[in-house]
């Protein structure tokens, strides 16, 4: 259809309004072949998209699943963030899920509820974000299921393989195990508050990237495990909050070294320019799907795992020793 | 919680508004907590709920996937079902499609976006549905999440295994098979028109049932497999409208005979009372979930199985050699 604007990524948010085509016009089959069309061929498995159910292939006789909802209004505003990188992100905090138990994504399904007046190429661009960051992870969409509802929700499954190795848990950390990180840190939360300030400046872009699009390592998680993690997770909720379940699962005390977390220069910028402090991005900021682990005291971790950290006897999770709280990320509800 | 009214399968809809604790007095975590206490212990697989992502079993090396959003509003009414009752159809709807590959549902994940105004026991009562139905079809919940929203939205993958069998698909019909349905048709959507016109008499006590819970024929889907079914899909849209997506993936025509139908006298009499066509019902109603497929034309069946008509050379769907149109079941945005 010429005329009509697609997003990509590095392009700013556009005005959905201003589009005219919707998914009522085009109904829930149309909607769904449009979709289709814009999947990358190729399937994990037997059966792709358009049957009951999708078959994917589990070679390791075991299977990695893990869901997440996002809820416009409470995980992404489309005034703030383009579809592409809504898709991408949805995406994104699912593939790292499967990353965090040491297994390769393999297929993702997608749930998406949406109102009728919903431009078709929002719905479009939001399904090549995430067919984009699928392709980042190795992935493919295979299944999914449209609804109408009042707000855009979207419900994401992602499915992983193993590759024949145990799965990284959060309950494997021992007293004397390094603390590690793969991924960026703090960005995406420094990014909201920009956005909150109403200061998106262009000097401060790439914070306002990594917040509508984080950048999970998801290769560092298959890699961990061939390492010897002892336990993983994802940083989704922030590092205190999240090395907290890691703390409570493995019976240990976790303590994070500000003076060994990776130095980065916007977010210094930015916190300078919002008068905020930007180490409490790094501790309790979530969104940016890093990954920590835990590692015997000798592994040699490659440049991109930085040791960030030690594992003691204990309980819970301190910063340079000291008590960690009010570190604790955001929960829904509260 | 003394006091606290539970509901039990077979109870009626309740007041929910009259109850006092709330998801938001509870919190995430506290909500996840209070989840995972009212699951039956046991996982099909090494990891169940609580890390970053569940590990399941997938014995035959593939796995069957498959995911289904439930939206308030547009799927289901708390006023008209009680929240066990959604529960069980939420998990239904998604296990149904599992079984009409031919596999056997493993593993459940729920993704459940709720306001915050939301009763406890609602949550609570919904999970027990969601498990129960579980238990019926074999499978188990190993995962989740959880969100804010300002209406319930209920989003369910299930995972399934093939047992070294083939998926039965959509697209195997062939000219000369049989067409047979094993479990019930028309009778949510008898039961919906019931609502709608006001009329829940205690004589429809089971059609109303069958509209609150469906019961799929979880076996059957397996069975098939087994005696060598060609096609297969799960009746969830009409009976019609379903299958006219096995008459085009297998590029044949499907022609219901409707003096084959099994009889219900519950639908006749409520046809009478509403003076409606209960036929309609059984053709295009939807969500009863019953398995339709195809089958060789000498294949012995069991009773369950009612063969209702057969696959000829063609396009489309025929009731007795006639046309279907203005039976396509119900869509979204239309």
Chains 1, 2 share one sequence.
């Not at 560092?220 to 890691?246: N, Q």
Request: glycine share 14%; charged share 20%; aromatic share 4%.
């Amino acid at each position: 259809m010429p005329g009509r604007r697609r997003l990509s990524p590095g392009d700013t948010p556009y005005d959905w309004r201003e589009e005219s085509i919707t998914v009522a016009d085009l109904g829930e089959f149309g909607l769904i072949a449009a979709i289709q069309a814009l999947l990358p061929p190729g399937s994990p498995g037997p059966v792709g998209i358009g049957d009951d159910a999708a078959v994917v292939n589990a070679p390791d006789r075991r299977v990695v699943a893990t869901t997440d909802m996002l809820v416009e209004g409470r995980h992404f505003r489309r005034d703030w963030s383009g579809a592409f990188d809504i898709g991408a992100k949805a995406a994104a905090q699912n593939l790292a899920d499967v990353a965090a138990m040491g297994a390769s994504a393999t297929a993702l399904l997608i749930g998406f509820a949406t109102p009728g007046d919903l431009p078709v190429t929002w719905a479009e661009d939001l399904v090549r974000g995430i067919a984009d960051e699928c392709g980042r992870a190795g992935a493919s969409v295979v299944g999914g299921d449209i609804s109408s509802a009042d707000s855009v929700v979207i419900a994401i499954t992602a499915l992983g393989d193993l590759g024949g190795r145990d799965p990284v848990t959060r309950s494997g950390a021992r007293a004397g195990d390094l603390l590690a990180v793969a991924g960026r840190l703090g960005r995406a939360a420094g990014g909201l508050a920009l956005l909150e300030a109403g200061s998106p400046a262009d000097e401060f872009a790439g914070l306002l990237a990594s917040h509508r699009r984080p950048r999970p390592p998801y290769a560092a998680g298959p890699e961990a495990a061939v390492l010897g993690a002892t336990s993983m997770i994802d940083v989704s909720d922030g590092l205190v909050s999240d090395l907290g379940h890691v703390a409570e699962a493995s019976g240990v005390l976790i303590d994070i070294e500000t003076a060994r977390l990776p130095d980065d220069p916007d977010l210094r910028t930015a916190g300078g320019a919002l008068g905020a402090d930007w180490l409490r991005w790094v501790l309790a900021g979530g969104e940016d799907h890093a990954l920590a682990a835990t590692f015997p005291p000798q592994t040699a971790l490659p440049a991109h795992w930085s040791v960030i950290g030690t594992v003691r006897a204990g309980r819970g999770v301190t910063v340079d020793s000291a008590s960690a709280e009010g570190l604790a990320g955001w929960h829904h509800f509260l």
